[in-house]
């Protein structure tokens, strides 16, 4: 009986672990709708809303700590919520990405945009999929595909690395786009740093099923 409290307790770790997963998936798309709208509601919104997520991840931590104190988990078991735990870190820190792109896209509501949003929202779709099959694997236990997420991060490196040069030519023929093309490259390396937390919940999924650590992010 104990033992099957304890699997029905982990099993509702994982399912607020998904929809922590879900709400930061929405976060980031809201927050790059709303950048390329320039729809100031919508990024005061992701802003309030970061709170909910802030309080999701105290209520999977408090959890996960009662689980541990409260029953007699095996080292699998273990393994398990440790997992959880440092998978919800980094969905959080994504979801701070989103605020400060919202931030952003306020500070920017009277002006116009130096050039046309393409490459950003194409970052961000891929990065978004990322956290979306990251979560799949580390449900599904699938390493195969953890490492084959993985592999995506090459394509937003590539893709800021692209945006990068553009601005800074920008920069360098008008000094006017200066403040605005900084803007948009805090953005692009927060895209880049979400695909890297991304790349670390793939890491600790094939640490889960295999008990190997191995290093992605390289």
Sequence with gaps: MARKVFEASLEELHNDLIRMGSMVEKQIHDCIDA?????????????????????????IEDKAIRLI?????????LRNIFTTTKIVTDLERMADYA?????????????????????????????ILMIRDSLD?????????AYEVCK????????????????????FKNQETVTQATQFLFI????????????????????????EKVNLNE
């Design 69 to 77: 104190a409260m029953q007699q988990p095996l080292a699998i078991d």
């Design 137 to 145: 694997a580390y449900v599904a236990g699938d390493v195969e595909k």
């Design 99 to 127: 605020v400060d792109v919202a931030k952003i896209t306020v500070r920017l509501k009277d002006e116009k945009y130096i050039k046309e949003l393409i490459d950003i929202p194409r970052m961000a779709e891929i990065v």
């Design 188 to 211: 692009c390396k927060w895209l880049e740093r979400i695909a890297d937390h991304t790349t670390n919940i793939c890491e600790w999924t094939i640490y889960l099923v295999t008990g």
């Design 35 to 59: 950048l390329v709208t320039q729809n100031v509601e919508k990024a005061e919104r992701i802003m309030v809303n970061d709170d909910i997520v802030d309080a999701l991840e105290r209520e």
């Design 152 to 171: 995506r991060d090459d394509q937003v490196d590539d893709i800021y690395k692209e945006v990068f040069a553009e601005l800074l030519q920008l920069m």
